[in-house]
């Protein structure tokens, strides 16, 4: 597993972006509802 994850360190990168884009867009959400 850890070597997969070193060899694919720019799609990790990627992904950790995307989830805190999509985390920011539920706490705009939520600050919206509220």
Known sequence: MMPFLLLSMPLVQRFIL???QMYIQLMLLGIKVL
């Open 18 to 20: 995307s989830s805190q």
